[in-house]
């Protein structure tokens, strides 16, 4: 798993300077050539964090999902657009420039069944909802939290969204650079299904290298039925998407 | 505010006997009187922790909000029982005596719209997003996490319930008593909209008295605008009774 806009600086200055055509590949996208090239030599599955995407005349920040024999399985282009202000602080807005995607993405690879989304993505409670509703093991949000929000919610939410899911959650940033326009908390994670944090890292370059068992989604899940206890009388998550392709 | 079943043990032995008629009153229900008598006496609204609940053939586990005049504002039955069971851990059936409440409780106080949940009630998130927008400024939870969940999850829930709804949460658990059958983790504490702790306490009898600023709802909304940036076209929560109400 790579961080998100790991090919460019983060910035809206940049996406358009970084941007690929990741659908026309080749010398159009130099990074996803890359990523599917390392994944078919080395046999395994990436997550390849997320680039600024060209599309006709739309830019997306954009995540692809290679599967071991360098094929891509899956593309997901961040749902929701990072436009916040907390004056004196952070302020970033990120539809100047990106245009955000259309579905949520959720995908089956060798290991397990992946639900994605992209940083300010894991805000919203609903996603993780939908992919644990459509069977997801892991939940997998590259992300770029900042000096502002990283301490206030990069940890919290993974671990809500874990613990609320009864899934596991790995979230992979950039190492931080104080010299850069947007500086990045760092602290690449992996949360067990019980909202544990399993493995992490400071803000340093590092890389994470841990075990997922999936058997414990089972343990948690019977020990805690929530998905039985939930009270569809009272309230019910529509999938829309999911709604319309049933009907 | 008082913590979950405070005028009796918690335990499935003891809820019957220890279970009040909060609708028949007065001597049928000395802890709710006493309440009642307290909000009036010193003009507070009273977020009354919870007793069983007994009403016909059925028990209960209700909290009661009274008003500054002494009224019951509101009453709250459990809606999520807690039937969970982690070997050697932790095993309770709560569904062996009492029965499920059949709503959600939002009430309109002095002190703000709160939303009421008791304990388990908290982990189901979609109970928390219709409090949101049934516009809650507060959701008070009286619980009792124990020894096992309460490390985990206890401060973790209520932090994300927080953040994630852009709201103040308030939880109140009793002291812990190592020599009761049910051993509660404590650590009563208030959450600011940002999910930020703002007040808490040990595991000890101890009071919390802190202040609450709503205006800060309007700001944290302003900063991270989640409610508009939601995705409606992807997902929906349907609040089952206010559908209902409204058709």
Chains 1, 2 share one sequence.
Not at 71 to 85: E, G, S, V
Not at 214 to 221: A, F, M, Q
Request: proline letters at 5%.
């Amino acid at each position: 798993m790579l961080p998100e806009i790991w090919n460019s600086p983060y910035s809206n200055d940049c996406f358009p300077v970084y941007a690929e055509d990741i659908d026309a590949g080749g010398e159009a996208s130099p990074s996803t050539a890359m990523l599917s090239e390392a994944a078919g030599l080395l046999k395994v599955t990436i997550v390849g964090g997320s680039i600024p995407e060209r599309s006709g005349d739309r830019l997306y920040n954009t995540c692809c999902v290679f599967d071991s024999d360098g094929k891509l399985k899956a593309k997901h282009r961040k749902i929701h657009l990072f436009d916040i202000d907390i004056p004196g602080k952070i302020t970033f807005i990120e539809s100047k420039t990106l245009t955000a995607g259309e579905t949520p993405t959720i995908v089956d690879t060798e290991v397990g069944r992946i639900g994605i989304g992209i940083c300010y993505d894991i805000r919203f409670q609903e996603l993780a909802i939908i992919y644990a509703a459509r069977g997801a093991h892991l939940i997998c949000y590259p992300g770029a939290f900042n000096m502002t929000t990283g301490p206030l919610h990069w940890e919290l939410l993974q671990r809500a969204r874990a613990a609320d899911n009864q899934l596991y959650v790995a979230t992979c940033s950039p190492a931080r650079d104080v010299a850069a326009g947007y500086v990045a908390w760092g602290h690449s994670t992996l949360v067990g299904p019980f909202g544990e944090v399993l493995a992490t890292t400071e803000h340093e370059e590092d890389i994470i290298i841990a075990e997922i068992d999936y058997s414990l989604l089972e343990v948690r899940r019977t020990n805690l039925p929530l998905t039985k206890q939930r009270r569809g009388d009272l309230y019910q998550l529509v999938d829309v998407q999911r709604l319309k392709s049933d009907s």
